[in-house]
């Protein structure tokens, strides 16, 4: 592959950048929305999950077309769902509007994140760890730029105006785009389904561990916000919550990815993923908004160095014509478990506090790291396959 590759990827990385760009911005102001529209815990539990959701369904059902080589088609119509889900926050004023405009946000990240997966994964595999590192890097820095810049403009107009800009943002970006390029990698004429995967205890296992911190991640969407919004925090200093979050895993990511090309990935995965969910047990210990923040940094380490290590390690369980498949079922699976924690945290806090939540999730995400080693060493080492196209 030629110097080319990184080039031709530059447009996917964008797309999921602002892609996680629009998740964020909604995170980011759903205390602003609690408050502003009368919602309840719980009914903020339920826009969250109806995301979750909707990407579950479209990960599992859509996302292995772009084994077929629909993954250009896939991306564009991903970015035009993203903005008007983001036009939708604008104008919602009632609890469905809002559960509707978040779904719509669901389907579009629901069909762009196969397809832009298996084409980093596929288009220069010599860089595959690389690759998915600056994957990361793009999504990390559209989560961790956007809210920051969403407080602003909430700051400085109103609480629609984040959302108009976004949109008009995702817009003009998918017009300036141009021809998007295929990967090279080898397309399935298979028609089963994504869960037929799962016959493969080592895939299984990978796709239980890297995935389990998404019972975490749901949770933090839910409640974050609210929390700090509950301890005083101002709309800007949440907003630069998310970046001080998510700068140090934008700074470890594609390390993250080189050293899991060269190493397998596994032991680098274990551990920054244990980290990561060990040091979440603070969450219920601190009452301090600096504290907490402080606290989110150390743990975007973590998964800067796990979460991206294990997406490499998962790419090898699974040859190149099922990639799209594969990652279909890892992002559903995400989903899913994101979906279900993001409504019993939002329970959890609502009828007893963030101390609860704090306990409950990483404990149940240590449960699931070490429910996937044991189900991975329950099969056979399995090589990765690369085909050359």
Do not use: C, K
Request: aromatic share 8%.
């Amino acid at each position: 592959m030629t110097d080319s590759g990184p080039r031709r990827l530059g447009p996917y990385y964008i797309a999921m950048g602002i892609a996680m760009g629009s998740l964020a911005s909604v995170v980011t102001l759903l205390g602003d929305l609690r408050d502003d529209f009368g919602l309840t815990e719980m009914q903020i539990g339920l826009i969250v999950g109806s995301g979750f959701f909707t990407a579950f369904v479209t990960q599992l059902t859509l996302g292995r077309l772009a084994d077929r080589g629909h993954a250009p088609a896939m991306v564009r119509f991903g970015m035009m769902a993203a903005a008007a889900a983001m036009a939708g926050f604008a104008v919602s004023s009632s609890f469905l509007t809002f559960v509707l405009a978040r779904a719509a946000l669901g389907f579009a990240i629901g069909l762009l994140q196969p397809a832009i997966r298996r084409t980093v994964i596929l288009t220069d595999r010599e860089h595959t760890g690389r690759n998915l590192g600056r994957l990361g890097l793009a999504e990390i820095t559209g989560f961790a730029l956007t809210p920051a810049a969403a407080a602003v403009l909430v700051e400085v107009g109103t609480l629609d105006l984040p959302f108009f800009v976004i949109a008009a943002t995702t817009v003009a970006t998918l017009l300036a785009m141009g021809r998007l390029q295929s990967d090279e990698g080898l397309q399935s004429i298979s028609r089963e389904s994504s869960l037929q995967l799962l016959r493969s205890p080592v895939l299984a296992g990978t796709l239980l561990l890297v995935t389990s911190q998404f019972l975490m991640i749901g949770a933090w969407e839910a409640v974050w916000a609210i929390s700090l919004t509950d301890l005083g925090a101002a709309t800007w200093t949440i907003g630069l919550s998310f970046t001080l979050f998510a700068l140090p895993m934008a700074a470890f990511a594609p390390l993250g990815g080189s050293i899991a090309q060269r190493t397998g990935g596994l032991g680098l995965a274990v551990a920054g993923l244990s980290f990561a969910t060990a040091a979440s047990l603070l969450f219920a210990v601190f009452n301090s908004v600096a504290a907490l923040i402080i606290v989110s940094m150390f743990i975007g380490v973590g998964a800067g160095f796990g979460y991206t290590a294990g997406l490499f390690v998962f790419s090898q369980t699974v040859d190149d014509d099922r990639q799209a498949a594969a990652q279909g079922l890892f992002g559903a699976t995400e989903v899913l478990f994101g979906g279900v924690s993001s409504v019993l945290a939002a329970w959890m806090y609502d009828i007893s506090g963030r101390e609860t939540v704090w306990i409950v999730m990483p404990i149940l995400a240590g449960i699931a790291i070490i429910g996937g080693l044991a189900l991975r060493s329950s099969g056979s080492h399995r090589e990765p396959q690369p085909v050359d196209a």
